[in-house]
């Protein structure tokens, strides 16, 4: 990207210490914010995730490390805070903390970038290297209100059969410092931007997308139901029923019948339950694989939460665990600590971790398998892929949930991937959203919300692997860490030579 020397006119934030310039900054801080986050589902004005960032760009230019800080956390938190708003309901202290932890992570990000005229280099760069450090840690990571997300409808969706989601992150932060100096009469970024997009958009032309091996026909299953309702509120039989209910609304021929995570709820051990049994005879029934989602007892304080593959005989075939928990819903990080304090507010059991592949083999094909909060992370369904999936599944259970927030970033993660692994996605809700995703990103059916409806469909069964499946996070990792090392090196040059003058206190 060609880069030239600032004109010196003030399209700054303003850096003065008085009132009016702290009011002004903080607007536009919370301006910025609020433009990404209505860029996430379930508004999904995806243009706006580049003026959001175009107005970080500008928020964080010739401010010094602190003032960077603060304007960065400030515009994160703006984003981060509204586009998870679903966990005030489902844990107010959670919302506060991951909100105000990880607006703190852009603000350290955008501190310690380098300001002058390679900041266009380094920003784009820093959102990669957040973005891939908070899908990651704390607790395994939140992946929730991405960038990447973001863009699920938009034409940069593509782009993540490349190199993946963190490379649409990237594109996000590239249009933005893009707009950004059209602002501030740089006209050569822009070009320089516009022809990064360019050439990521006929990298997706050209990147493979897998073969089609098959067809399945299947049926996805949503009992329906309220919202926004709790396991321990909820009959565990009315939610069994609901869905053995619909499923026998279902047509032969059929091949694969997917229901939803958890809505299976056994005392005891699963194997040789009257519910095991049920769905036994709902397999020989519909003369189909049958795939539900259940829940069992495990050791004192423990249960599983996994799906199982039960073939038209009626025979349990495989099972997969989930791996990847929610943090302080399905287990409690320092519960220890927690517990006096929230006493009998805090559930009484914890999911025990799967750790077999994510995968389930059947006779018609093996299936790479995500339930639920999995789907978030790219690393579940690309080893899936690589074990041999020909289809993703994603079991999942938002029924708990305030507001659409989080159903409607999960049909966008579905989205993406399907994408990136150019894979049909399956995903089942008891509540919704359950949905029929297509190895381009199309949903070509989705349930409403509450209702309870049969999703049917012929999907292709695929092989082969996506550049992004091939290679994973780490050549965008690597990208990201490299241009943030050079947009130090050449400031420092500038600043030995004299080309620019280092910011001072704001």
């Known amino acids: 990207m060609a880069l030239s020397t600032p004109r010196a006119i003030p399209l700054t934030v303003p850096r003065g210490t008085d009132a009016r310039s702290r009011l002004i900054s903080a607007a536009a801080s919370i301006a910025s914010g609020l433009a990404i986050a209505f860029s996430m589902p379930p508004w999904g004005f995806w243009p706006l995730a580049f003026v959001g960032v175009a107005g970080l760009d500008r928020l964080l230019a010739g401010q010094p490390p602190k003032t960077r800080f603060l304007r960065a956390a400030a515009v994160a938190a703006s984003w ?24 703190a992570m852009y603000g350290l990000g955008a501190a310690a970038i380098p300001e002058g005229r390679w900041r266009p280099i380094a920003l784009p760069a820093m959102l990669v290297v957040v973005a891939a450090v908070r899908w990651r840690w704390p607790f395994g990571g939140v992946p929730l209100s991405t960038l990447a997300m973001s863009q699920a409808d938009a034409p940069l969706a593509p782009t993540v059969r490349v190199l993946g989601p963190l490379l649409a992150v990237w594109l996000v932060g590239v249009v933005g410092v893009g707009l950004s100096s059209l602002v501030e009469r740089r006209p050569r970024i822009a070009v320089g931007a516009a022809a990064i997009v360019g050439l990521a958009a006929v990298g997706a032309a050209v990147a493979p997308t897998g073969t089609a091996i098959g067809t399945l026909d299947v049926a996805i299953v949503q009992g329906g139901g309220p919202q926004r309702t709790r396991a321990t509120d909820t009959d565990s039989r009315e939610v069994f029923q609901r869905h053995l209910e619909a499923s026998r609304l279902i047509q032969a021929p059929v091949d694969l019948v997917l229901w939803p995570e958890n809505v299976v709820d056994v005392d005891g051990t699963f194997a040789g339950s009257d519910l095991e049994a049920e769905l036994s005879q709902l397999a020989r029934d519909l003369d189909a694989y049958l795939i539900p989602g259940i829940i069992e007892d495990g050791g004192p304080g423990e249960f599983l939460n996994f799906s199982v593959a039960i073939d038209p005989d009626g025979d349990v ?37 799967g750790t077999g592949p994510a995968i389930l083999a059947t006779d018609i094909g093996d299936f790479g398998i995500v339930i639920s909060w999995e789907v978030f992370f790219e690393d579940r369904a690309r080893e899936g892929i690589k074990d041999g ?21 999960q049909i966008a993660s579905s989205r993406l991937r399907a994408l990136e692994t150019g894979r049909y996605v399956l995903q089942a809700a008891p509540t919704g959203f359950s949905a029929i995703v297509e190895p381009d990103g199309d949903v070509i059916d ?33 990208i990201a860490l490299a241009s943030i090392f050079a947009a130090w090196v050449l400031a420092r040059r500038d600043t030995r030579d004299g080309t620019v003058t280092p910011p001072t206190g704001a």
């Open 80 to 103: 981060l805070f509204p586009s998870t708003l679903w966990m005030l309901d489902f844990s107010p202290p959670g919302w506060i903390i991951a909100g105000l932890a990880f607006a």
């Open 317 to 353: 075939v495989s099972r997969y665990d989930k791996e990847r928990r929610v943090p302080f819903g399905e287990y409690f990080p320092f519960r220890s600590f927690i517990e006096p304090l929230a006493g009998e507010s805090l559930p009484s059991r914890e999911a025990v971790a």
């Open 446 to 478: 989705r349930s409403g919300v509450s209702e309870t409806k049969i999703i049917r469909g012929t999907i292709e069964q695929r092989t082969g692997q996506t550049w992004a499946i091939r290679y994973g996070p780490w050549p965008m990792v690597s």
């Open 389 to 409: 999936g020909t289809v993703v599944l994603n079991p999942t259970n938002g029924s708990s949930y305030w507001l659409t927030i989080v159903q409607s970033q």
